[in-house]
């Protein structure tokens, strides 16, 4: 048996600072080194295609030492790092372009949406004082998203390119509306599911050993399939939709723990997959070149061959273990090699070593969303940073995925690397929320915060701890079923950098038994845990429901021989969680 | 260029971006998960170092609070927190908005910090944080730290608390 005393985290702000210095190096690096394989001189322009860059991370920097001051250390630099290389790569596929003629002057579309993408950031941490805030309108983030969703649909300023209507077209610029209807719904299914863990949580019929959820609780989950199978159809887009039915059964897994809830979600896809591969020809043309990739016929067939895909392929062949090096390969003769397929360009001109980094590099992203999601307090932050951090995943995995033929190629963007300014403006955004939810995660216990008191309790109760000093830095916590996602009623203080002071007992009127309720069943898990010692827990089924009704028979006894559940006693519900008057432990 | 410096500047790129990977998970494992697991038996190690070692000075108010007559809870009877109960421990009680209180009021009335409640010498002692509305107890306005006898309303902007035996 193991107990978990959690750490301190460290602000980490001149860790950041040192990262961000080597982060920026990378893309500086790439710029010059593109430039002297090409044309054997540093670009011209390279003091004011990199400054910019790095004058505005180190703008969000200082501004996050100033409202932020404990988010986060890793996220700025990785997502500058992969900023800047994507940069350096899309200004080296713009040479050959140009000198074919063809379309160019990506790099300087793309530095612009970086400047907005960054100012957007900034703008985000400064006005965004607490992720909560996001919670108030749950239902009017669901109506813009959808209409955000819809707004390709929408004659005139609906655009469509190669088969899939995702774009609007206004004042000449082109803009992906589904990119910012993502950052919505997930502040709509955060707050939504907030409310809902209870009832989705309960469990219905067994089947194979499976929780299955109750039938009344499908319905969302149906809703959500019928919308994504509706972009499908309508916009015909296999990536984004897969990206908001995956999104909404992400968070409901986050929300729930249950795994049935995945597999009715992979469930639900298989029908709709199977569904669109028979009826869209497009879907099917995509598991046509997924399949029979090096087919001569499917290869020369235009459109929808798999040239694009091959040639992909040929080219991070043509990489190897350490790529040609920048700007000695060919990454320009695949067709939209500076967008969908940034990722063979990377590969062939950085090998497998170097794709490996920039996907180490997404993966350290992922996991510091998830670790915000796991430390911050609140539910709806918790959903709302493990849904962001999954979107990030989910998007790389599906690029790199169907660049390396490991499922159908689907039109989804490499996140802050790709060619494209709706993605990267929308994916600054998220990492700016995700940065504030790391800030309240980290953020250090108030002055004068002790230790847990009901764990030392706890402890003593069962004879098993001396009282410690109240200026313990590093309380033990005793041992409890430990929710992956530091859900409050499973996990009394998973994070590290706060404290309670005194414990809640019980909440509401309502439930005024539960506070010795509780203490009395938990009293006896404790027990069963540590297994050593008989808990007496004669005083504690007394009149139990009172919590207003003080009287010192009730409390002294349960004080002195089991205080142990007092911690948990929140789990009465999840309710008290997402009661905007919410009490924090703290 | 001669194909040497080229070389050394493929390579030497790859080992500038695994630099930052690494790098960044230098920083980030210090806290990847946030905890520390330690052997239960390490857990009552501790403990004996604390009771061999109970840390110089007075025991801390387990003593006190223990004491017949001295307040274990707190009590919310009015506002939106009605009901609520916090047992009271050691530690002092922050009131306010801030997230990081330990009662959270969502209150427009009350300030992000706006009072304390913390024992001192065995009794219970509130203490006006600056706030903008003022804290009462009872009828008083609350100035400096003021003692807080059982079963005296204290008033926080909508919501009033009091100790409880």
Known sequence: ?????????????????????????????????????????????????VGILIGLTVVLHLVMRWRAPNADPVMLPVVAGLNGLGLAMIFRIDQPLAARGLTSGFAERQLMWTILGIVLAIGVLVLLRDHRTLRRYPFLAMVAGLLLLCLPMVPFIGQTINGARLWINVAGFSFQPAEVAKIL???????????????????????????????????????????????????????????????????????TEKVSWIIIGLLLVGIGVVFAYS???????????????????????????????????????????????????????VPYANSDFIVASLGEELGLTGLVAILMLYLVLAQRGLRAAIGVRDGFGKLLASGFAFVI?????????????????????????????????????????????????????????????????????????????????????????????????????????????????????????????????????????????????????????????????????????????????????????????????? | MSELVVTLIRLGYLVLLWLLVLAAIGVLRRDISGTRVLARGSLTGRSAQAKAAPDGGAPPGRGSRGKRGA????????????????????????????????????????????????????????????????TWLGTAQVEGPTPVPVGTPIRVGQTVIELRR
């Open chain 1, 279 to 333: 009826t869209f020809d497009y879907v099917a043309a995509r598991f046509d070149v997924w399949l029979n990739a090096l087919d001569s016929e499917i290869y020369n067939r235009d459109p929808g061959g798999s040239g694009q895909l091959v040639r992909g392929l040929f080219g991070l062949a043509a990489g190897g273990l350490m790529g040609t090096g920048l700007g000695l390969g060919h990454p320009d003769l």
């Open chain 2, 71 to 134: 307040p274990t809870r707190l009590v919310v009877t009015a506002g939106p927190l009605n009901g609520t109960t916090l047992r009271l421990g050691e530690n002092s009680i922050l009131l306010g908005r801030a997230p990081s209180s330990t009662l959270v009021l969502d209150d427009d009335y009350s300030s992000t910090r706006h009072a304390r409640i913390f024992p001192s010498e065995g009794g219970w002692y509130v203490e006006d944080l600056g706030s903008t509305n003022g």
């Open chain 1, 393 to 586: 995943a989910f998007q790389v995995f599906v690029v790199v995925g169907g660049v390396t033929r490991l499922i159908p190629l689907t039109g989804l963007t490499m996140p802050f690397m790709a060619a494209g300014g709706s993605s990267l403006i929308a994916n600054w955004i998220i990492i700016a929320i995700l940065l504030r939810i790391s800030d309240a995660a980290r953020r250090p216990a108030p002055a004068g915060a002790g230790s847990v008191v009901g764990n030392e309790t706890a402890l003593i109760a069962l004879g098993d701890l001396a009282p410690e000093p109240p200026s313990a830095s590093t309380p033990t916590t005793p041992p409890a079923r430990q929710s992956a996602f530091g859900w409050d009623n499973d996990d009394p203080e998973p994070d590290t950098t706060s404290h309670s002071q005194t414990e809640l007992i019980g909440h509401r009127e309502e439930h005024p038994t539960n506070a010795v309720g509780h203490e009395s069943d938990r009293a006896q898990d404790t027990g069963d845990i540590r297994g050593d010692v008989e808990v007496p827990r004669a005083g504690l089924d007394g009149p139990g429901g009172t919590e207003r009704g003080t009287s010192e028979g009730v409390v002294g006894p349960a004080r002195g021989t089991s205080t142990a559940p007092e911690q948990d006693s929140a789990e009465d519900g999840f309710g008290d969680d997402d009661n905007p008057t919410e009490v924090v432990k703290r």
């Open chain 1, 185 to 255: 719904l997930a502040i709509f299914f955060a707050g939504y599911f907030v409310n809902r863990r209870d009832a989705l949580t309960l469990a219905g019929n067994k089947l194979l050993g499976l929780n299955l959820p109750r039938f009344a609780d499908l319905a969302p989950i149906v809703v959500v399939w019928l919308v994504s199978v509706g972009v499908l159809v309508l916009e015909r887009d296999l990536g984004t939709s897969l990206l908001f039915f995956g999104l909404f059964v992400a968070m409901l897994y986050v929300a």
């Open chain 1, 1 to 49: 048996m193991a107990t978990v005393a959690p750490t301190r985290p460290r602000a980490g702000r001149n860790s950041e600072l040192g990262l961000l210095a080597i982060a920026l190096a990378v893309g500086v690096a790439a710029y010059a080194i593109v430039g002297l394989n090409l044309d054997g001189a540093i670009p011209g322009d390279l003091v004011r295609h």
